[in-house]
């Protein structure tokens, strides 16, 4: 195996060094919202002003950094009762304070295929949209509305008959368990229409990661395509029409960003076309990852090393059940490195003019305290030589990190997460 090259980052011993005492020890997650902000301001550039944009907070749900979110996106998409508290909390605690509850420009779409009567009941209460997987759901959401005395609003999912090339992970297209198959939600529409819910809309997600704005620009138009036939067939005019997200970020060496321009003229078609095929509907995009990955640092600390046949290892005292992604026990196929720098505890001591200039380096497996063999943080990196106690940086860690780990195995803490401007 090619060792990865030596990564390069901006963060400093002493930014370090302030970051662990604001946490009180390591490993530690950093969020940083000028990243955030960044990306925020890149996706409202290239976006139709008419096409809202929603958070997913299955990427990332710190409460702080949702409520930083909360003043720069048009709603939030939600997947479970859990992120309902996280969001009522958020808008309860004054972070939207031009709309405390859902209200014109602002909405939260529940997603998901195993809600929970309570879960259900909550949402219901909450005056979320549902976005409807089955008609098991379907039943129970006008159920728990009933039972509420209101008439809770409804956009079914959508499994789209489409087959992508170029996504991460496929969650629509083919058999799966997300949404209601396209060809049966026709029969769906119809029982919907007896029943006491407000039919609002479709929704949309046929996959994530897509790097390839040709992959994006093919599944918005599919995606509408589809919409377009079952709007015929819907109980009342669409409302919203949420075509999904799925922007990929590049984490390994060799990809390369995302390009906006082609996706932004496509939604640019889509509007023109929605204002004659579907008149009076927003289309709304969700996206998680693209906007938090890029912000987030997994930082811990080396706490031994050792060599064993020719190879050196850095065990750290953070791993897999906080950072499972970058262990590659996340949806990689072929086990690939996320973006990972070695910042030095202390200074190196002067040895000469030489060595200041250009560090010693080897060749390093980083693993974490757990007793498994799957517990790699990255595989045959180039770094320099390491000591115990300094600083080993995880980039890319902005997304799918804490709250995607296993962080009860072994029962070792969990880690800190801190927000910085």
Known sequence: MQPTPVTTTNTTRAELAALALRAGRTPFYVYDTAVVDRQLAAVRAALPPTVQLHYALKANPLPALVAHLAAHVDGFDIASGGELAVVL???????????????????????????????????????????????????????????????????????????????????????????????????????????????????????????????????????????????????????????????????????????????????????????????????????????VAEAGRYVLRVVDRKRSRGQVFLIGDGGMHHHLAASGNLGQVLRRNFPVTLVPAAPTPPVGASLLAIPPTEIVTICGPLCTPLDVLAESVLLPVAQEGDFIVVGMSGAYGATASPRGFLSHPGPVELLTP
């Open 89 to 291: 909390a958020t808008l309860a605690a004054g972070a939207r304070a031009a709309v405390p509850r859902f209200g014109v420009g602002f909405d939260v779409g529940f997603a998901g295929p195993g809600k929970s009567l309570a879960d259900l009941a909550a949402g219901v209460a909450a005056g979320v949209l549902f976005q409807c997987e089955s008609v098991r759901e379907l039943q129970a959401i006008a159920a728990a509305g009933t039972a509420a005395g209101r008439r809770p609003r409804v956009a079914l999912r959508i499994n789209p008959a489409l087959e992508l090339r170029g996504v991460g992970q496929r969650m629509g297209g083919g058999a799966k368990p997300f949404g209601i198959d396209a060809e049966t939600a026709p029969e769906v529409l119809r029982l919907l229409a007896t029943l006491p819910v407000e039919f609002v809309g479709f929704h949309f997600y046929a996959g994530s990661q897509m790097l390839q704005a040709s992959t994006v620009v093919a599944m918005l138009e599919q995606c509408y395509a589809c919409a377009l036939v079952l709007a015929a067939q819907a109980p009342a005019p669409v409302r919203v029409l949420n075509l999904g997200g799925g922007f990929g970020v590049p984490y390994f060496a060799g990809e390369t960003a995302l390009e906006l321009a082609p996706i932004a003229a496509a939604l640019e078609r889509l509007v023109v076309r929605a204002a004659t095929d579907l008149p009076g509907a927003t289309l709304v995009l969700e996206l998680g990852r693209y906007l």
